[in-house]
């Protein structure tokens, strides 16, 4: 009787673990394989060269980490920057100011925005000849801040990631501000009750009850950060020389430009263990900030 | 139990079901030709080259278009890896690429076809044409030689240059620089005028690439350069680090537009065609380009600045786009029959006619826009990769194009590039001697 009722349980969950299987476990094995053979992606044949391509990934790809690194960056800036303009505003409009609605709906208009778009348009305003920002130092009087933004390799990266953080800072606020409304009112106001001042209010009551939401949105800002790649494409392409290069391009050129297919797959899944780490990292490091508050 | 009247309509359902099932589809479907392509300006030619040829033949050619480049590229992986390849399709990449696919058995060997009839099809085309779709003897592909593309148009890769723009830097439109410090000297009056000079998408390594290989070849000839590609010569060699000198030189005259680097190909062509800049370097389907954008620009076509006297120049060209056919296709001699056809020389004027591009048979170039013509003069000094029997490795190409980009921003010196391209080559001849072993 028991069995059959195991067996049961186990059956309903079948579905789910079958398509589980096939749409994840199954591409993930045959991606690592991939990742153990030298292969073009073309012919029939590969050649087996065990973990060569991994081995090459993290000791001789000077390219790959350099890239990890200014995906790094990226992420780093979005972490504070982004998250901090997306927590502030979604506290701005938690409380009860004028047009509160339309403000949300302009912070959420960029996250929906084509990333190709945004990439151009920005492209636009950033160009050194032509463009509004340097037009704009012109006309208050200050052209030695005018430059080529994009293509001078000092302000390539920050410019890369200035456009992320904004494209991404609504989606931080829109978790944000759903985070802030299931904070009990009664809360803030026996603290007002009991004489609280606002930064009281913040320190003890909002910001603990914000820690869950804020290692949600650091979580997700890490993983779309550090996998961003068609904002820079249409902004830079990964340049100048390998000033923008992100990971996800990496693994493309491996894939497109050098047909080194097995190589790419191996990008793949080494960068998927990144992210799985950095996660894990993450996910420890938030509950040790819980157990502080 | 069914009425009798049912069980007769379902007697006869089932007979008529039966008898048309199994009789001999033949008579009723025309055969159709799958052909995929990336060639967005050519979509509606096609189509009408399609209408044209099932009115004649009584064969549907089917054109399903798949762009970007870049997606049709993975399509056409992805079909071969899945052995649903269409039954005509384009092969986009390196000879490398080419030569995999050939391997695998999925391109058809051409040559006897293009020999019958003492070869009336091969002598269609421009030679250079041919070339980029032709395996040698002795191949470092390990290919069995032969033809195995279709040339369907031809290009050239060139400079180009603003005529009113030469009037107003006080320079005559007729006469542009020949030699390399003739180019130069331009840049000081580009400077002064505070107009741009070059303007090309640099972001797109193979531009940068067909650049240097154009001085490489003025520089130290043909041989030389395969000789390098073969890892007999290195990168740090003089003559490599002239060639990538040239670029800082011609950064420090302020001849590039800025924000070169960082420029798609696309964008290039806007500057160029909205008189921003002064010169282009682009292939020849700029002039349909440049129609579209601005009918009035007035530019002509020019070689790059000669560098030597040692070597004659060269540029990149040849085979613009080429058809395979697939090696599996049922319908093969429908296809030849049809690519045929298409490489007629009335088919290739009304191609030429209607996207601006050079045709790859030879006896349509008699009724080509004159913008084109300019572009056809030089196709007998054209090159390419794909025809010199070896490939470079691409993480070398890779380093020697982000490495000029690097000098171009002044991050680097031409030594200090050649050095890393040559740590890079090296690294890579290992690899490749320990594969062997």
Known sequence: MRAKSTLENYLFILPALIIFSIFYIYPFYKVFQLGLYDWDGISPTKVFVGLGNFKEIIFEDKIWWKSMLNASYITLVALTFQNALAFCLALACDRQIRMRNFYRTIFFIPPVLSEVVVGLVWQWILDGNYGILNNFFVKIGLPHLARNWLSDPKTALNCVAFVHSWKGFGWGFLIFLAGLQTIPRELYEAAKVDGAGAWQVFKRITFPLMIPVMVLVAILTVLGTMQAFVLIIAMTGGGPAYHTEVPVLRILASMRGSSRFGYACAQGISFGVILVIVSFIQYRLSRKAREIY | ?437
């Open chain 2, 1 to 437: 139990m069914l009425n009798i009247k049912y069980q007769k309509y379902i007697l006869s359902f089932i007979f008529c079901f039966l008898f048309f099932g199994c009789s001999s589809k033949k008579e009723f479907a025309k055969p159709t030709i799958t052909v995929w392509h990336w060639m967005t300006d050519r979509k509606d030619a096609f189509q009408e080259l399609s209408r044209r040829y099932e009115e004649k033949t009584g064969v549907k050619v089917n054109f399903e278009l798949y762009a970007p480049s870049d997606a049709y590229t993975q399509k056409v992986r992805a079909a071969a890896q899945g052995n649903t390849l269409p039954d005509i399709f384009g092969i986009l990449g390196e000879m490398r690429d080419f030569a995999s696919f050939i391997k695998a058995g999925y391109v058809e060997d051409l040559t006897p076809y293009m020999e019958e009839n003492q070869a009336e099809w091969k002598e269609r085309f421009f030679k250079k044409a041919l070339e980029v779709n032709e395996f040698g003897p002795d191949n470092a592909y390990g290919v069995k030689p032969g033809i195995y593309g279709v040339p369907i148009d031809i290009m050239t890769i060139q400079m180009l240059y603003n005529k009113r723009l030469f009037k107003e830097l006080g320079l005559n439109p007729e006469n542009p620089p020949q030699d390399f410090s003739e180019f130069l000297n331009i840049g000081k009056r580009i400077r002064e005028k505070g107009l741009q000079g070059l303007v090309s998408g640099w972001a797109e390594l193979w531009m940068i690439d067909c650049l240097a290989n154009n001085f490489a070849f003025n520089i130290m000839g043909k041989d030389k350069v395969i000789k390098t590609i073969k890892g007999e010569i290195p990168y740090t060699d003089p003559d490599w680090i002239k060639v990538l000198t040239l670029f800082k030189e011609i950064k420090e005259a302020g001849l590039l537009y800025d924000g070169i680097v960082t420029m798609v190909n696309k964008t290039a062509e806007q500057i160029f065609a909205n008189e921003r800049a002064v010169f282009a370097f682009n292939g020849s389907w700029c002039v349909n380009v440049y129609r579209g954008m601005n009918p009035n620009l007035d530019y002509a076509v020019m070689l790059p600045p000669k560098v030597s006297e040692k070597f004659p120049r060269s540029i990149w060209g040849g085979a613009g786009s080429s058809f395979m056919v697939n090696a599996n296709s049922k319908l093969k001699k429908e296809v030849i029959r049809f690519l045929k056809w298409l490489t007629d020389k009335e088919q290739q004027i009304f191609l030429s006619e209607a996207t601006f591009n050079l045709p790859a048979n030879k006896e349509s170039l008699t009724q080509i826009h004159p913008r084109l013509a300019e572009f056809a003069d030089d196709i007998e000094i054209t090159t390419h990769p794909r025809i010199w029997g070896v490939s470079e490795f691409p993480r070398v190409i890779e380093a020697f194009d982000k490495g000029i980009q690097a000098i171009i921003i002044g991050e680097k010196t031409p030594e200090e590039v050649a050095r890393e391209i040559q740590e890079i080559k090296e690294k890579e001849l290992a690899k490749k001697r320990s594969q062997k072993e």
